[in-house]
């Protein structure tokens, strides 16, 4: 059992785990849209604050979802998240189990390459 492309230390079963759970699932679709809080991903999940965070840093600890500082017009800031999760594949052929996991990159560089992209 492989994992070939993967960062992070995270094993399958961690993984598989992560996947399996409605909300965590929920958390990668809307962090994959547009960075989110914790109380917007709570709002939007319908899920406590306290939950969605527990479940951020287990997503957090396997690479799949990263922390920025979003700037408010207060003049404060907040956390926000994005999910790194790109592909995720498991495949079985010939009695052998392999996985991949694809994650975005955190580089600024290939963040202002996608943004451009879009334009």
Not at 24 to 49: F, H, K
Not at 50 to 66: F, K
Not at 83 to 92: G, H, K, P, V, Y
């Amino acid at each position: 059992m492989t994992g070939e492309r993967e960062m992070a230390d995270a094993d399958l079963e961690t993984i598989v785990s992560l996947l399996d759970d409605h909300h965590t699932r929920s958390i990668l679709v809307a962090t994959s849209e547009t960075p989110r809080s914790a109380n917007e991903l709570s709002d939007r999940c319908g899920v406590s604050t306290s939950s969605i965070y527990r479940r951020l840093d287990r997503l957090t600890d396997a690479e799949l979802v990263t922390e920025r500082t979003r700037p408010r017009s207060d003049g404060h800031h907040e956390t926000v998240y994005v999910s790194r999760l790109d592909r995720f594949e498991l495949t079985i052929r010939d009695g052998d189990l392999s996985w991949e996991i694809d994650r975005r990159s955190d580089d600024i560089a290939d963040q202002l390459t996608r943004l451009w992209g879009k334009l």
